[in-house]
């Protein structure tokens, strides 16, 4: 089966500390991972995408994200936190099951809290 | 470009009417999408359609129609809304249905069914 898993509902840190945001998935054949941030009232933007090739994935904002075949991860980082980053953040894999259908499997999501 | 545009961003319906949510998007994507949001569920997909005059169902596609009549435009028709549609629903649009295509989401639509 194929799915994402955000194993926190919530990351607590301070302004100017790194964060982290956790994601884990299963999939059957070659992941193409997203990440997703969504703004209060807003829809979700995108942010990075892991599709082959460096591990680590640049992306917009200041994130970044680390690809981990073996732990089958794909957490989100940042190594300065800002106010400004607080929000709501989703994982999500490619569905590659019964062809192209185009679906995206999210995770539950993870609020991001950055506290002054 | 405006991107992927929504209207309404807010209804309330009563339980049997029925309305129809507007998806547009100006980008020339061929792939369009309707998922909705649900607390703790992260996001569902309803419908999606690949070109014009090609829909087909998502994982939680009852109660719901579509139509893509235009490449520009994808309304999702709730025709006897129920309680159980209270959600948010964010259309979505790519290039194409590749495994790599970014899709991109409009504002929302934050619908209430009493």
């Known amino acids: 089966a194929q799915s994402v898993a955000q194993p926190e509902d919530q990351v607590n840190v301070a302004e100017g500390n790194p964060l982290t945001v956790k994601c884990t998935y299963s999939?059957?054949?070659?992941?193409?991972l997203f990440w997703y941030v969504q703004y209060p009232n807003r829809g979700l933007q995108f942010l990075l995408k892991?599709?082959?090739?460096?591990?680590l994935v640049k992306g917009s904002y200041g994130f970044e994200a680390e690809f981990n075949k073996s732990q089958t991860s794909f957490h989100l980082k940042k190594p300065s936190a800002l106010v400004s980053d607080s929000a709501l953040y989703f994982c999500a894999v490619r569905d590659i099951r019964k062809g192209n259908t185009g679906k995206l499997i999210f995770g539950q999501g993870t609020t991001l809290q950055v506290k002054p | 470009n405006a991107g992927v545009t929504q209207t309404p961003k807010f209804q309330v319906l009563k339980t049997g009417q029925s309305m129809t949510l507007q998806c547009a998007q100006d980008?020339?994507?061929?792939?369009m999408s309707w998922y909705r949001q649900d607390p703790g569920m992260g996001l569902r997909l309803i419908h999606y359609s690949v070109g014009a005059g090609i829909t087909d169902q998502g994982e939680v596609p009852n109660g719901y129609n579509v139509s893509r009549s235009t490449t520009e435009d994808f309304p999702l028709r709730l025709l006897s809304a129920a309680p159980s549609q209270t959600s948010v629903y964010f259309c979505?649009?790519?290039?194409?249905?590749?495994?790599?295509?970014?899709?991109?989401f409009g504002p929302g639509t934050r619908l209430t069914v009493l």
């Open positions: 979505a649009s790519s290039i194409g249905t590749g495994f790599t295509d970014t899709q991109y």
């Open positions: 892991y599709i082959t090739g460096d591990n």
């Open positions: 980008m020339n994507h061929e792939y």
């Open positions: 999939v059957s054949g070659n992941p193409y």
